[in-house]
């Protein structure tokens, strides 16, 4: 069969690009290998960008969002038992955060899809991406047994790091720059009410911890653990017992604890492969590029490209304009390498890097302190959390 945009992967890239196409009346097929239920409960991301309230909102699928997200405008830095506030809105002209999970808006993408009857298919595999160098490229799928091809005119990657989109392309087509970190997130969830009203971000000579949440009776923790770490050496009584160490400061705070409903292992690396069109192909969100999730880009960068990718096709299809294909990858890898640098910064001032000198570690409290001590260090921090409008 045969469609205008052959999407693959159902993250948040693929579902926004298909409904945003959709909504301007462009033919999308959408194909997804993992079932509904496991992309619903995939427990991942949790904050969103002011950029990404917006995009969110003005294609009609900010509602849910907008009743049960929590909008925070600010986080806590603790290091050497002292806590420090970073305060958004005033170093960024109004801007702030909404803690809104991944899952929820996976979940209203998928349900705005499957009530506009547009086609979006569950269990279906893509296998290989073929003729992208000419005018009409073409999806291999499986889907119920079956192999079967989708015919396009355009067709994006938005499958993931783990993806088939990148690696249909040939090594020599790629640039590729990466960085893997020593260490690794072990991540909850618990049912718990937040011991906090803003995130807190926890430099600790143990390492890194992170005080998130899902809503106001359920709390996502996050601590730094080594790459090779074996989740069943955590038991829930050693994970909350860690926490506390990490967040403890002077004064009587204290982390309240309480059933641990998911835990899992979070590998850390930085990753850019560029450019991000090959004639007929395009690759967007986690396809392209990873940024370890310190700073919490990784969705708002896919929100962000698959937006922008919208709008230059929808003027392809209209006018014919080519040039707005070309300038995708350039303009996408403006914001993209600016959250890479962001998430980079980020993650080497708050983790321990276990081979790291004493000298490394006094530049780590240097920086601690200036980013909350200097406006202009904490307006840094603040415009790239929240996001920078344009780059
Ligand atoms: P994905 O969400 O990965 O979606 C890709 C989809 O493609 C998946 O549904 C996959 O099943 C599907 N797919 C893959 N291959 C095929 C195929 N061959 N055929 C059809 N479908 C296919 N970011 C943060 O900001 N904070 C966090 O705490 C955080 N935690 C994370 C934890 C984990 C374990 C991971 C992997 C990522 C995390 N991220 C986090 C990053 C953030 O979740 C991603 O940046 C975001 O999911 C990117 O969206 P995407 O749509 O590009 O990719
Ligand atoms: C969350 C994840 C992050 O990586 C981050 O920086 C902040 C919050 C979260 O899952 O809630």
């Given at each position: 069969h045969r469609t205008r945009v052959g999407v693959i992967g159902a993250g948040p890239a693929g579902l926004l690009l298909g409904h945003l196409l959709h909504r301007a009346g462009i033919d999308t097929v959408v194909l997804e290998a993992r079932t509904r239920d496991y992309v619903e409960r995939r427990q991942r991301a949790g904050i969103l960008e002011q950029g990404t309230i917006d995009i969110l909102r003005a294609c009609g699928a900010g509602d849910r969002m907008d009743r049960e997200g929590l909008r925070h405008d600010g986080i806590e830095l603790r290091f050497d038992r002292q806590a420090h506030r970073i305060d958004f809105p005033s170093l960024t002209g109004g801007r702030g955060v909404m803690v809104y999970a991944q899952t929820e808006v996976v979940k209203d993408l998928i349900a705005l899809r499957l009530e506009s009857g547009a086609p979006l298919l569950f269990e279906a595999e893509a296998v290989a991406v073929e003729?992208?160098?000419?005018?009409s490229p073409r999806v291999r799928y499986r889907h119920e047994g079956d192999e079967h091809v989708l015919e396009c005119d355009v067709v994006v990657a938005?499958?993931?790091?783990?993806?088939?989109g990148r690696r249909s392309l040939p090594a020599h087509a790629l640039q590729v720059f990466e960085r893997v970190y020593p260490f690794a997130w072990l991540g909850i969830l618990a049912s718990v009410p937040p011991s906090c009203e803003e995130l807190i971000y926890a430099h600790h000579e143990r390492g890194f911890a992170l005080h998130s949440m899902r809503s106001p009776e359920v709390s996502r923790l996050y601590l730094q653990v080594a790459?090779?770490?074996?989740?069943?050496?955590?038991?829930d009584a050693r994970i909350w017992d860690e926490l506390a160490t990490r967040f403890a400061v002077d004064g009587d705070w204290e982390l309240a604890t309480g059933p641990i409903t998911d835990k899992g292992i979070t590998p850390m690396r930085s990753f850019v492969a560029e450019p991000l069109r090959h004639g007929r192909l395009f690759l967007a969100g986690d396809a392209a590029h990873i940024v370890p999730p310190t700073g919490a880009k990784g969705l708002n960068l896919a929100v962000a490209d698959v937006a922008l990718l919208a709008e230059l096709l929808l003027r392809w299809f209209s006018e014919g304009d080519e040039a707005a294909l070309d300038s995708y990858s350039r303009q996408a890898l403006r914001r993209v390498w600016r959250a890479e640098h962001f998430s980079y910064l980020m993650t080497t001032m708050l983790h321990?890097?276990?081979?790291?000198?004493s000298f490394a570690h006094r530049l780590q409290l240097s920086q601690l302190h200036y980013t909350v001590s200097s406006t202009a260090a904490a307006t840094t921090l603040a415009e790239n959390y929240v996001g920078l409008p344009t780059v």
């Open positions: 003729d992208f160098d000419t005018t938005c499958d993931g790091f783990h993806g088939i790459p090779d770490e074996d989740v069943d050496a955590w038991s321990r890097d276990p081979g790291q000198d």
